[in-house]
């Protein structure tokens, strides 16, 4: 029988006492609340394992609302979550979010005897993985506090009993990108600011490196040991993809799936992933996918070769039992007008752009793409900002982009607007390496179905042909918390 101590927040006696009735039949320790603030209060200064929240709670705040405040806030945002919700009672604009992310943390049925599955199957997520099996690491981050701390293992820490952790974002990413600039210096400059990260947030008394240890040698592999840094968009830049552990050779991005996810932002949509994939091949539907090149001064004319080779390939590398629709632009059909007709007038999946980017180091706002005006490199430049390529994205349906240019701050914009994930880069790389790294990047995507993954091998890849080339540490993968 399960042990487990759950929390249930809603003003209807009769579903507090029918769900609570349920889950204490199995064995679970059952606390409830009816008022909103007070649940989230008490999910925050109690121990809870997983709370179940009635969305048609409305003394005070909504079940929404509860959700949010346990999502953004240090002590709770790494717990469980249920939404109950009554199917009658969900208004019709709400009824294909809620069914899209019925899988996670939703369910959708008036009979409460079977809340059982779901919760059953959120806690199940922390059981202790086998030997060889897959785990994630999860560190919620907050500059100044106890990280948080979730596992796919029977480890979970509340950020309140762990060391706070202190790291100097602005200085971090400045000396990240002054180490992938330096060519001469590469590989000393990133070794050392990755092990002066790993000493900061994996130091003495906190419980990370234990933690840490433990899934490694659970899993076997450290490509089985995924790792995700969550923090807030303020401090995205953060380059916890140049850890490296002080007593370790090789930095973490060489050895695990590594990526950060963006807390505060409510999920839109499914991101590509192993389980998205299965039901557009089990529904027969397509994966749409639109390649961007974009040559303009100074010349890059290697992105056309670049989305060439993904658009020759990428149906070979997801197989034959992955429909793909594939709108291909090269620099002459890659217009301004043909785009933001395109992204406002259909939806895609996947969005790859190849090109410049210009950056502002004081605001993402100022980061963009650059186009041509017209077909055929007719007419001026147009630098769309990241305002312009929300409302694109938004319209779009996408749920992933890769961004082949210098693009952190338009990644952040993209996550902002509702793109579940999206890769974007440092700095500048080589031709040579962003045509290798996004061919197979593809490859990887199309064999795991995971873009953490994904990105793995081919930065070992780059690293194993020339550790001193940067293109192995410039891409960053960001997700949606």
């Not at 240090?74 to 109950?84: D, F, G, I, K």
């Not at 947030?201 to 040991?225: H, Q, T």
């Not at 933001?340 to 210009?358: C, Q």
Request: charged residues 25%; aromatic residues 8%.
């Amino acid at each position: 029988m399960r042990t487990e101590r759950i929390l249930i927040i809603g003003n209807d006696p009769t579903f507090r006492r029918e769900v609570g009735d349920t889950l204490s039949r199995e064995g679970f320790s059952v606390a409830t609340r009816d008022r909103g603030i007070d649940g989230y209060l008490a999910a925050r200064s109690e121990k809870t394992d997983l709370v179940v929240v009635d969305l048609d709670t409305s003394s005070d705040i909504n079940g929404f609302e509860v959700w949010k405040l346990i999502r953004h806030t240090p002590e709770t945002r790494l717990m469980p979550v249920l939404l109950n919700v009554r199917r009658w009672a969900v208004p019709e604009h709400m009824r294909g979010y809620l069914e899209e992310f019925e899988a996670d943390d939703y369910v959708l049925r008036d009979d409460s005897s079977l809340v059982i599955n779901n919760v059953n199957a959120l806690l199940d997520r922390r059981a202790a993985p086998e030997p060889g099996d897959e785990a994630t690491l999860y560190v919620s981050w907050t500059n100044g506090q106890p990280a948080g701390i979730r596992v796919t293992a029977d480890v979970f820490q509340n950020a309140r009993d762990l060391v706070p952790i202190v790291l100097d974002v602005e200085r971090n990413a400045r000396l990240a990108y002054e180490a992938l600039m330096d060519r001469a210096r590469f590989g000393e400059k990133a070794m050392v600011l990755g092990r002066d990260v790993y000493s900061q947030m994996f130091r003495s008394g906190n419980k990370l490196p234990d933690i840490y240890a433990w899934l490694l040698d659970k899993v076997g592999r450290p490509e089985k040991l995924h790792l995700r840094f969550e923090c807030d968009r303020t401090d995205m830049v953060m380059p916890f993809e140049f850890i490296a552990g002080a007593n370790h050779p090789e930095h973490f991005a060489l050895k695990h799936p590594l990526a950060l996810t963006i807390r505060g932002i409510l999920a839109r949509r499914w991101p590509i992933c192993r389980h998205y994939l299965n039901g557009l091949s089990r529904t027969s539907k397509r994966l749409r996918v639109l390649l961007i090149a974009s040559d303009t001064p100074p010349d890059v004319r290697a992105v056309d070769a670049e989305i060439h080779q993904i658009h020759e390939h990428i149906a070979g590398f997801f197989g034959q039992g992955m429909e793909i629709e594939i709108v291909t632009l090269p620099t002459e059909k890659a217009s301004y007008r043909t785009i933001e007709r395109l992204l406002l007038e259909e939806s895609f999946d996947i969005l790859h752009y190849a090109g410049h980017g210009s950056f502002d180091a004081d605001s993402a706002e100022e980061w963009a793409i650059v186009l041509w005006e017209k077909d055929n490199r007719g007419g001026n430049l147009r630098r769309v900002k990241a305002n312009e390529l929300r409302h694109w994205a938004g319209r779009s349906g996408l749920r992933f982009i890769y961004l082949s240019c210098c693009s952190l701050g338009i990644a952040e914009s993209m996550i902002d607007v509702g793109v579940p994930s999206v890769l974007g880069q440092r700095s500048p790389m080589s031709n040579e390496s962003a045509q290798h790294l996004a061919i197979e990047f593809y490859r990887a995507l199309g064999r795991t179905g995971e873009l953490d993954r994904a990105l793995l091998d081919p930065r070992v890849a780059l690293a194993t042909q020339n550790k001193d080339d940067s293109g192995w540490l410039s891409p960053v993968l960001i997700h949606q918390a």
